[in-house]
Each structure stands twice: as structure tokens, then as C-alpha cells.
């Protein structure tokens, strides 16, 4: 299934409790478009909502996983990390 | 004029070694894919004029050192205005011979270079087609170039070429091993003075830097020196628009700017130069990019990691070329090093020939002369694995590299586990995410090394003697063989390794 953005699957893993909660988070997500990672406050659910996109999860070693699986809603992209001094 | 890319690409063209395209190809997988399918069978480089999503100028230039089994180095050579159908003993022993007459660059006042110039808010990377190479790459990678850095304190530029990760518009993360002079200068000296590193990466220009930059030379030796000891002319460097550093002024693009003290950005996972992907996504060397400066339409040269790319070619056809620069610098009983043993695979082991009975063996020689090798700056952190062969084992022939592996091991007498050493975290795939804060640094774990004694134990019985061509009938008919091959109707080139035995490194 073709998705917008990756997760990094660890980061995931640590915020996972915000699953279905709506309420935003902070982290690294990958645009499939640029192939650059981005800073973003997002709300992750495991079903499409309105706005939503479907997101893939990457493993430590380069392994996409659970592609379609989850869903995020971007809410705002942050400045880049070292990013926000100039 | 001196050489560069754009003359390289012409010479690629002569040697029927290039294919132009001009159909719209996407730097998103499709131009990495062309170079993985022609390393599987030793194939052309790939120039594309015409990049998808990208404005008309910059262009790609995949697959440009793409070598065969037991050629490697056939595109270096051309590269060098060398001859691509030498052996690997003799390309090794002219380069050997070439490096030892290292010539400094020249400083000029300007160069093509500079025919672009972007400063800071008008540089953007992402207007350059940097390839995506592979299915779960963590981003999109320079995977080609020569990072150009200056210790504080003294005229010794660092050159060397690293996985760059194309972070944002203005930010790159470079990735240099643990044991590399990058992190030796920037984490001894700039860092502990709390001082910024001023940083130049160098895209295209003559080949030679960039086969320098791959090298891993001994400390002090500028890598420029020995670029323009290979082609036989100095180096034309010219000022960097941002820094005092001194950058190829024929380069197709440099991109300038600085790494402050502790800065770093998540870098990964990737594939590496060895075929396979590593992690896990973990901070490196942020550097904040202030300018790039290029030529008109920019030739981006970009190279793959999978099996026969032109970064196996690279590692087979000059990384070698380091070690033995530090074998010749350290006076070590060795004949000759070369970090890649498994074919077409990058460096996956250390080798080293070890010119047997100088000095006289006692127990425990080989364990001290492993140490005295991995305990050298620039060395020390490389692989795990290390393996010795007598000085008659051509190491660049896989057959009998095997042979030695499995004929003269005993492995509970030849394998030797050292004590802990830093090796890169190419080989940290075993470790669990809650380990990796006991153990890995950045670019590095701590690990114990593989030392495999393959030389000869005892002389051989009763006059019993190796058998192969070489051996088995006079020299004078040997030759003759190999002159007429061709004539004789063969197509598929013979491989003779009396060069290997009469090379003198």
C-alpha cells in the first residue's frame, strides 16, 4: 500500500499511547514525496479519519513495516531540528 | 586545462563505456536501479539528461566506477588515462608507485566551480537530484564526494568520502567511521576547543581526489598530495567562498559550511558500503550548509552500495591502497594489506599477506603484529575480522585466497579472539536497542576481533608443491600462452598471476 509518510518504529513505539486519543504529538515523520524527514505535531489512529493519511512504520535496519496499518493526522510541521536559530 | 569530471565522462565514452539517456528518469529509485543491474555483469556508467521534477541543467551520473570480477578497476583506470585491461597486481603496483610521488596542489584564483553561487538563504540541496536508493533508506544520500576538512594546527587537509544524508535544505549529516582522521581532528580538536569546523563537500572534479578521499591514509598525509601523485599533476584548488579551506576548483559543486561543537542530527538507517542496510537511525556530524557554489548544469555523479556497484569497485581498486601506505609507514613485516576479502563485497575482512620467517615467529607473533596494525590511528577501528596469508597466496585471486582459508586453518590453533576493540556498527545488527547505550558510540561499537593465522605451519612434505599454471610449465611456454590467447580464437580473457608473484609493493 502506498503511504504519505514513514514513522521511525521506535519513536512510535515510545508514543504509542497517543493512539486514538486525538491528541498531538512530536515526532520524526518521513515524506514520501521529498524523502526527508520532517519535525511534526501529529495525532496517530489505527483508522483513516478525516484528514488523515496513511503511514508505514521503518525498522532500526532499513525495514518497512505495516505499511497502511496506522494513520496519522499532521496537525502542524515544525522547524527542522538546528533548524530554528536561523 | 586539468582533468574533471566532464573530460572523465568523455573518456567513458571512448571506452564504450557510457550510455547516455535522455528520457525523463526519477532520482526517487529509477537512477539508482540502472547502476545495481549493471554492477551485476561489470556494465556501462549511466549519464541522464534529464531528471524528473527537476529543472533543465543538473544531471546524474550513475554507475561511474562499475568494475568486473576480476577488474575492478577497469574504470579507475580509464579514469587515470590507464590501460582498463591491466591485472590487479600490476594497477596496484603502479598505483603503489604513483602515490609515492605525491604532488602538492596549486592554488588558483578561480575555477568553474564558481560559476553558480548560492549563499545563505538561496541554498536548498532539495533542487539537486540526490538519489533515494533503496526501499527503507532512511533519506536520500550522497553517496560520491570528497568532505574536505583542515587540522588546526598545521597545513594538513583531510579529504575523505563518507555517506552524506541530505537532511533539509540546508543540513547534511556526514558520517565518517569512528576511526577516520574526520573524527580524529573534529572530535580532539575543534570540539574539546569549543570551536566550529569549518566543512567543504566536494562533488565531482577529477576523479583522482575522490579516489584519494576513499583511501585510508596515515595521518598528516593530505589526500590532495596523493591525487596529484596518481595523475601525475598537481591539484588546481581554489579559496572556498565561506572558509579558508581550499577546494577542487574544476568540482562540479561544493557545498560549504560548518560543524559546531556537539552538534549532531539523526542520521539513518541506511545501506552501506558493504551491501547491506545498517542502524539504527542514530546522531552524527550536523553540518549547517552557508553556500553551495557550482557549474552550469551541475554533473551529480552518484553511486549504489548493492553488490558490484561502483563502491565495491572503489574499495577493491583503492582502499587496498591505504593499508599498504600504512604497511610501508610502520615498516611492518607485511607484504602487502588489503581490506576486502569476499568478492565484490566491499570491505568485509582484513587481509594482510604476511611475508613469512621475517622476523622469526615465537609464540603469540601473529596476535602482536595484529596488534601493532589495528593499534594505528586510521586502522584500529575497521573490521573484526583479520586474516594472514603467506606472501605466495595472491590475495586478489578469490581461488586462492579460499584455498589459504580452508587448507591452512586449524581452527582451534589459527582463530584468534582479541581483547575489545572499536569496530563500526556495520556489525551492530546483533544488538538490542536496550544494549546499544552500553556499547555504540557514534559509528562505533566495542567488539572482539578475529585473527585468522592462514600462512603454512610447516614446510611442506616430501618436495609436495602447489599445481596450478604458474607452477606447472616453464615460464617461457606460460608466456607464450598468454600472448596468443587471442589470436588462438579465446574471447574470455586468461588471468596469469606471475605479476602477483614477481610484485614488489
Same mark, same amino acid.
Given at each position: 500500500? !502506498? /503511504?504519505s509518510y514513514w514513522l521511525y518504529k521506535e519513536e512510535f513505539e515510545k508514543k504509542k499511547e497517543a493512539l486514538d486519543k486525538g491528541e498531538p504529538v512530536e515526532m520524526e515523520i518521513m515524506d514520501q514525496g521529498e524523502k526527508v524527514w520532517k519535525q511534526a505535531k501529529v495525532m496517530i489512529f489505527q483508522q483513516p479519519v478525516e484528514g488523515s493519511e496513511p503511514v508505514g512504520l521503518l525498522g532500526p535496519f532499513s525495514e518497512p513495516h505495516d505499511e497502511g496499518k496506522y494513520h496519522i493526522k499532521v496537525v502542524e510541521i515544525l522547524p527542522s531540528p538546528l533548524e530554528d536559530e536561523e | 586545462m586539468a582533468y574533471d569530471l566532464r573530460d572523465y565522462v568523455e573518456d567513458?565514452?571512448?571506452?564504450?563505456?557510457?550510455?547516455?539517456?535522455?528520457?525523463?528518469v526519477d532520482w526517487n529509485y529509477e537512477i539508482p536501479a540502472y547502476e545495481v543491474i549493471s554492477g551485476r555483469f561489470g556494465g556501462p556508467a549511466f549519464l541522464f539528461n534529464n531528471i524528473k521534477g527537476i529543472p533543465k541543467g543538473p544531471r546524474v551520473l550513475a554507475a561511474p566506477f562499475v568494475g568486473t570480477f576480476y577488474r575492478p578497476h577497469k574504470k579507475c583506470a580509464i579514469a587515470l588515462g590507464l590501460d582498463p585491461n591491466l591485472d590487479r597486481a600490476t594497477w596496484y603496483q603502479e598505483l603503489a608507485k604513483r602515490m609515492m610521488n605525491m604532488?602538492?596542489? /596549486?592554488? /588558483? !584564483?578561480?575555477?568553474?566551480? =564558481?560559476?553558480?553561487?548560492?549563499?545563505?538563504?538561496?541554498? $536548498?540541496?532539495l533542487e539537486f537530484p540526490f538519489t533515494y536508493h533503496a526501499i527503507g533508506e532512511g533519506g536520500r544520500y550522497i553517496f560520491i564526494n570528497a568532505v574536505i576538512i583542515k587540522d588546526p594546527d598545521s597545513d594538513w587537509i583531510n579529504t575523505g568520502n563518507y555517506a552524506i544524508e541530505v537532511f533539509s535544505r540546508n543540513r547534511l549529516v556526514i558520517t565518517p567511521y569512528a576511526h577516520t582522521n574526520f573524527v580524529s581532528i573534529y572530535n580532539t580538536k575543534y570540539q574539546l576547543r569549543g570551536q566550529s569546523m569549518p566543512v567543504a563537500v566536494c562533488i565531482g572534479g577529477d576523479p583522482a581526489v575522490t579516489m584519494a578521499a576513499g583511501m585510508i591514509l596515515p595521518p598528516g *598525509?593530505?589526500?590532495?598530495? *596523493? !591525487?596529484?601523485?596518481?595523475?601525475?599533476? @598537481?591539484?588546481?584548488?581554489?579559496?572556498?567562498?565561506?572558509?579558508?579551506l581550499l577546494v577542487p576548483a574544476n568540482a562540479e559543486m561544493v557545498i560549504e559550511g560548518e560543524i559546531r561543537p556537539y552538534e549532531r542530527l539523526p542520521e539513518g538507517p541506511k545501506i552501506e558500503a558493504f551491501g547491506f542496510s545498517v542502524g539504527p537511525r542514530q546522531p552524527f556530524y550536523a553540518m549547517r550548509v552557508h553556500c553551495i557554489t557550482h557549474r552550469k548544469n551541475p554533473i551529480i555523479w552518484d553511486?549504489?552500495?548493492?553488490?558490484?556497484?561502483?563502491? $565495491?569497485a572503489l574499495h577493491d581498486s583503492l582502499a587496498h591502497l591505504g593499508t599498504w601506505a600504512h604497511i610501508k609507514e610502520f615498516g611492518w613485516p607485511i607484504k602487502f594489506g588489503c581490506p576486502s576479502s569476499i568478492p565484490r563485497t566491499g570491505a568485509t575482512g582484513h587481509v594482510a599477506v604476511y611475508k613469512k620467517k621475517y622476523p622469526e615467529d615465537y609464540p603469540g607473533f601473529m596476535e602482536d603484529l595484529f596488534n601493532k596494525v589495528m593499534g594505528q590511528p586510521g586502522m584500529g577501528g575497521v573490521l573484526a575480522k583479520n586474516v594472514f596469508f603467506d606472501d605466495d597466496v595472491n590475495i586478489l585471486d578469490y581461488g586462492e585466497f579460499y584455498?589459504?582459508?580452508?587448507?591452512? /586453518? $586449524?581452527? !582451534?590453533?589459527?582463530?584468534?579472539?582479541?581483547? @575489545?576493540?572499536? *569496530?563500526?556498527t556495520i556489525e551492530s545488527s546483533w544488538m538490542e536497542e536496550?544494549?546499544?547505550?552500553k556499547y555504540v558510540g557514534p559509528g562505533t561499537i566495542l567488539a572482539q576481533k578475529l585473527i585468522i593465522d592462514a600462512t603454512t605451519k610447516e614446510e611442506p612434505p616430501m618436495g609436495v608443491r602447489r599445481l596450478n599454471f604458474e607452477t606447472l610449465f616453464p615460464e617461457k611456454l606460460q608466456k607464450w600462452v598468454m600472448e596468443n590467447w587471442e589470436r588462438l580464437g579465446? =574471447?574470455?580473457? @586468461?588471468?596469469?598471476n606471475k605479476s602477483w608473484l614477481e610484485a614488489k609493493f
Open positions: 500500500m !502506498a /503511504v | 567513458l565514452r571512448k571506452a564504450g563505456e557510457l550510455v547516455e539517456i535522455d528520457d525523463e604532488l602538492r596542489p /596549486v592554488e /588558483v !584564483a578561480t575555477g568553474p566551480c =564558481k560559476e553558480v553561487i548560492k549563499m545563505g538563504k538561496d541554498v $536548498n540541496l *598525509v593530505t589526500e590532495y598530495d *596523493v !591525487a596529484g601523485g596518481i595523475r601525475g599533476t @598537481p591539484m588546481e584548488l581554489v579559496r572556498a567562498e565561506t572558509s579558508d553511486i549504489h552500495t548493492s553488490i558490484g556497484s561502483s563502491t $565495491n584455498e589459504a582459508m580452508f587448507t591452512q /586453518v $586449524n581452527p !582451534a590453533r589459527d582463530m584468534i579472539k582479541t581483547h @575489545p576493540f572499536p *569496530v563500526m536496550w544494549d546499544r547505550d579465446f =574471447k574470455e580473457e @586468461p588471468r596469469w
